[in-house]
Structure formats: structure tokens, C-alpha cells
């Protein structure tokens, strides 16, 4: 059974040894470059909002690169999406042995001398309306709204980090937005943090210093290649736009794992048994606006009605009041594991997508 959700998110779990081989991280990340940047993962402009808050974001040198996803997983991917440590450490936090890992990717940003957006939500999945087949604002939205906690399927997220540099850290907000948020910064490498980022804002923090700059003009085709030895370049349309050395990119992996309360709900949502259709949906938010006397268009085609999705966006989604940081460093490590067996069932179908 899962543990229930004390509010307003699960405490995370450090992990001071996040992999034991990590120098596999970079071999994978010059193995599957060029990266592109991660606004090619949003729909619209209005998508980007509803998942990552109001503050528009230009496309910066923050890159990724998906390595499991619902789709497909890149070769030699296995020491990461099973790796132990963070299915252990997610059975521990969602008190459930049932963990299922799906998706991995990697972020890699450089010279982003500012925090990356307001502090965010990841996108969460529920029985019947996964990113399988709905967009993942709408699930952004559902999470953030709390009407749909009966159908949740719990997603573990451990985020990891393979850098040298004592910026770009980690701000999180375990004791919720209105709260002092935590930093994880300046001995970053080969740690991670194990979370419910459904429900536990985070950011990213800058990453190299303001007077040095940012790159601009990027667009969605700026490609971050791998040049061989330790060099790499940013390009566009086969120009270079700017040359580094791998030690100046901060990377950070993402690891996600389903966490079933039991068998049942397994099956419920590999199988969408009894699960939530569209209008189920659109009906219980028409049910939560009118009653808070919210007033809007019933939208003929909800997946695609940018004034519906700006509707949801403003009635549900928000981002942390409070951004200084007064509260300890970072969670302390785990107690050792007990003997309870844990039981980590890999998917024979990954599925998701990745946030
Ligand atoms: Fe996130």
C-alpha cells in the first residue's frame, strides 16, 4: 500500500551516491548528441505556461535529451532507469515496493546566469488520462488542482546531477510554496535527490555568472554538439555560436518511476479499466469553476482551446510566494534499508514521457 500524502508533498530522500558508475552519464551524453533545446518539448506558448508558470521563458542554452521515454530508450540506458538505489529510495519515500521505472532525461544547461522560471510542478499521470494520448498541460493542470487525487497514479522522480561547478544547484519547496524553499548547491556531483515533484515545487538555480553573459538568438532548431575530447559547441544552421568544454555544462539527469499503491491499480491504469475520459474531466472542472464562481466558455475542442487552457492556468496553477532560501541545505541521507524485499518490476512497455 502507499503511504498517504502528508501535506503538502512526501519529505525527499538525498542520496549522497546517486550511481555507482556516473562517469556512464557522460559516455551516454556524447553518444546520443547533438541535444536541441528543451522548448522543442512544449506545444504552445500557452502549454509552456500552464506546466511551468507565467513567466514565459526565451529559449535559453538549457538542453535535453530524452533517454527513456513512452516511445523508445536509447541503448545502455539500464544502469540508469534501474538503477537500485533509486528504486529503493523510491519504495521508501511512496512506502509502496511497487515501482515501475519509465523515464529518463537529461538537462544540460550553460551560462544561465538566472533561476529557471519561478519554481514548477512535474506532470503527473492518472488512471485513464496519462501522456500516453492528452497533452501534458492539461495533466499539469489536474494535478495542480487537486480533483483528481482518487485517480492519481503516484510518480516517483529522482533528479541527479553529474557537475562540477558550485553553482547551478537545486532550490525545492518540500514544506510548500508559501514556505522558505531548500538548496541543494556547490557539491553537487553524483548526488540526487529523490522527490514527489508532482506535488514538491523545484527550480533550477543560475548557472554561470551574470556579467559573463547569455547567449541569445537561439531558436528551436540550436543545436548542442559534441566536437570529441572535452569540447562542445552550440550551433545554428552550421554556425558556431559559442564553444565550451564539457566541465562548464551543467548536467542533471532525471530518473521517474511509477509507484502503485497495489496490484490493482497496476492493472487499472496499464489497462484503463474504469478510468477517466475527457468529458469526466471537463465536467469535474466545470463542476470546481462554477461552484468558485468562476465563469467560462465550455470549450467544443478542450485539448486545443488556448482560452480553456488559460482558464485552468489561472484557477489552478501558481508558483512559490516565498524564493529565499532560510531553511537547512538539504534532507538528510536515508537510514540503511531494512530487509523488506522490494519487489522493482520493469516495464516491458515504457510509456511517458518526460518533464
Ligand atoms: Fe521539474
Known sequence: MLGAVPAPCRAPIFLPDALERPALVRELLERTAPHFPVQRYFKSGAEMR?????????????????????????????????????????????????????????????????????GHTDVPAFVGVDRRRYPTWLLSVMGHSRLFEKERVE????????????????????????????????????????????RMYHRVRPVGARKDGMLSGMTLETRLEYDGGDDWAIREAGETRARMRFDALRISVSWKGYV???????????????????????????????????????????????????????????????????APAQPAPPPPLGSASLRASLASKPEGGSS
Open 50 to 118: 500552464a506546466q511551468s508558470g507565467p513567466a514565459a521563458l526565451i529559449i535559453a542554452p538549457n538542453f535535453r535529451a530524452d533517454w527513456a521515454t513512452a516511445d523508445s530508450r536509447v541503448e545502455g540506458i539500464e544502469f540508469f532507469l534501474e538503477n537500485p538505489r533509486f528504486i529503493q529510495a523510491a519504495a521508501r519515500l511512496f512506502e509502496s515496493d511497487l515501482v515501475r521505472p519509465w523515464g529518463v532525461y537529461s538537462n544540460i544547461t550553460w551560462q544561465l546566469p538566472f533561476d529557471q522560471g519561478g
Open 155 to 198: 510518480i516517483a522522480t529522482a533528479v541527479a546531477w553529474f557537475y562540477r561547478g558550485k553553482d547551478g544547484g537545486f532550490s525545492y519547496w518540500p514544506d510548500g510554496p508559501d514556505r522558505p524553499p531548500r538548496l541543494h548547491e556547490g557539491d553537487l556531483f553524483n548526488t540526487a535527490i529523490m522527490g514527489d515533484n508532482d
Open 260 to 326: 502503485y499503491r497495489d496490484a490493482e491499480q497496476r492493472r487499472r491504469h496499464e489497462s484503463e479499466v474504469g478510468a477517466l475520459d475527457l468529458d469526466q474531466v471537463v465536467d469535474r472542472f466545470d463542476s470546481d469553476l462554477t461552484a468558485r464562481g468562476i465563469r467560462f466558455q465550455a470549450p467544443a475542442d478542450p485539448l486545443h482551446d488556448e482560452a480553456f487552457v488559460e482558464v485552468l492556468t489561472h484557477a489552478y496553477v501558481r508558483e512559490p510566494t516565498v524564493l529565499a532560501v532560510t
